[in-house]
Each structure stands twice: as C-alpha cells, then as structure tokens.
C-alpha cells in the first residue's frame, strides 16, 4: 500500500534550518508529485510548496520563497523540505503529501523552534 | 491572494445531514477537495474533485461546487466524524490554498 514515512521530530535554535525528508513506498516515487504543508499548533493547513518528482521542478508558495527548498532523491523514492532562517512562529507540524488531490500523507514531522 | 472561507464551527445530532461550505471568488472554476482531520491525525482526503470519493470513504460523504460556494455534505452523521474539515483549492495562480477548517461536533 501508498505510505510516506517522514523523518522524526526536530528541535531548533532561531536562525537555524531544519530539513524534513519524506520516504514514499508502494508505488512509483517518479510518478506523484510530493506537496508540503505544514499546520502549526491550532492554525488552519498551509501549503508551502511542492516538486515534481520527476523532472525535479519546484513552486513555492510566496510565503516562504527564498527560504524553504524542496528537493528529491530519486534512487532513494525520497523527497525532501529544507527550512531556512526559523523563528518561533515556523514551530510547527510539517507534512508531506501525494500531488495532485494530497490522498497520502505523511505522519507528519513536528518541528519546535526555541531558544 | 486567493481565500477560502469555511465557518469555524458546524453542530449536527447523529443521524443527522451536515453541510460545511467553502466560499471563494468563483470557486465554482476550480476543483475543490476535502480532508477530514482527527486530533493529532494526518488529513484524510474525504472528497476530491467536488464531488468524487476515494476508495474506502463512506458513500454518506459527498460534494458539489458552484459559483462561489462549494459544500461538503455528511449524510446520517456519526459520532466518528467528528472532527475538523478543510476545502482545498488548486488556483489558477499555481498555488494551493486552504481554508481556514471547519470544526464539527455531533451532538
């Protein structure tokens, strides 16, 4: 069956990054985009960017330009999120999910940011 | 940017019909889906397309779309479906967008 098995929680310092990764399995990793999203503590879901798995273009939501990059192993059917600069408001839960309607997800990934 | 809003809150008693709404700027244009979330829980796509369901997901569920208004439509609900719900659109602009979740509560 379709899993995506993210990496574990992470803890950060401000101005530290951080970078999810997002192992899918049960079919072909080439086939699917993979979509980010993250919701932080109580707040609605926020889409962040995706790639095309297999051509490797990304889109960023304008809220994080220039600080998250998404990128992907194709050897490895893993995908990955890298976030740049974090501050306290980015301490949330990062999930990655199955392009194009997201009908798999990840467990998610929490990431806490404090000094 | 393009908005959804969804009502922060919707009551149903079991057996009842639950409706929740997504409003957008000629959203009845885009292709809408919906997820079910349970606390600290993945989303679960519920209705993807306006209105088709994916396997395994009760035929109670259902959705449609049109002009500014899309609505996801939770038939004989039970005390399992409780839980929160999110429109999802993909926009012309290339961005996806939520909205802000719909929390029901079976009375």
């Known amino acids: 069956q379709v899993q995506l098995v993210q990496s574990g929680a992470a803890v950060k310092k401000p101005g530290a990054s951080v970078k999810v990764s997002c192992k899918v399995s049960g079919y072909t990793f080439s086939i699917y985009a993979i979509h980010w999203v993250r919701q932080a503590p109580g707040q609605r879901l926020e889409w962040m960017g995706w790639i095309n798995t297999d051509n490797d273009h990304t889109k960023y939501s304008q809220k994080f330009q220039g600080r998250v990059t998404i990128t992907r192993d194709t050897s490895a059917s893993t995908a990955y999120m890298e976030l740049s600069s974090l501050r306290s408001e980015d301490t949330a839960v990062y999930y990655c999910?199955?392009?194009?309607?997201?009908?798999?997800w990840g467990q998610g990934t929490l990431v806490t940011v404090s000094s | 940017s393009y908005v959804l809003t969804q009502p922060p809150s919707v009551s149903v008693a079991p057996g009842k019909t639950a409706r929740i709404t997504c409003g957008g700027n000629s959203i009845g244009s885009e292709s809408v889906h919906w997820y079910q979330q349970k606390p600290g829980q993945a989303p679960v796509l519920v209705i993807y397309y306006d209105s088709d369901r994916p396997s395994g997901i009760p035929e109670r569920f259902s959705g449609s779309n049109s002009g500014n208004t899309a609505t996801l439509t939770i038939s004989r609900v039970e005390a399992g479906d409780e839980a929160g719900y999110y429109c999802?659109?993909?926009?012309?602009?290339?961005?996806?967008?939520f909205g802000g979740g719909t929390k029901l509560t079976v009375l």
């Open positions: 999910a199955r392009g194009p309607s997201f009908d798999s």
């Open positions: 999802q659109v993909w926009h012309s602009s290339g961005d996806h967008v």
